[in-house]
């Protein structure tokens, strides 16, 4: 698992998310965030071919993006709840 995997992980607990193995993550987040987990899910294809030494750094930026779009839906989501919106 790489370190942006696992601070999915952290965030994913944090909001309440049981943890399991990735595509259990993935079709829990499919529940609320049905567009943003083909994010993860591409972000996650790029960790695997990463970690086999078949990535380029275009395919690691990529693989950030995707994140980043996951993490900003799961905490602007909670931004909103907390200021009661």
Same mark, same amino acid.
């Given at each position: 698992?790489?370190?942006?995997?696992?601070?999915?992980?952290?965030?994913?607990?944090?909001?309440? $998310? @049981?943890?399991?193995?990735?595509?259990? &993550? %993935? +079709?829990?987040?499919?529940?609320? $965030? @049905?567009?943003?987990?083909?994010?993860? &899910? %591409? +972000?996650?294809?790029?960790?695997?071919?990463?970690?086999?030494?078949?990535?380029?750094?275009?395919?690691?930026?990529?693989?950030?993006?995707?994140?980043?779009?996951?993490?900003?839906?799961?905490?602007?989501?909670?931004?909103?709840?907390?200021?009661?919106?």
């Amino acid at each position: 698992m790489t370190i942006v995997e696992s601070l999915v992980s952290e965030v994913m607990q944090a909001r309440g $998310y @049981p943890i399991g193995e990735f595509e259990q &993550r %993935a +079709a829990d987040i499919s529940v609320d $965030y @049905p567009v943003v987990v083909e994010n993860y &899910r %591409a +972000a996650h294809t790029i960790a695997l071919r990463h970690s086999a030494g078949q990535t380029s750094t275009e395919d690691l930026r990529q693989a950030m993006v995707h994140y980043h779009k996951l993490f900003q839906e799961l905490l602007d989501e909670r931004e909103a709840q907390r200021n009661g919106a």
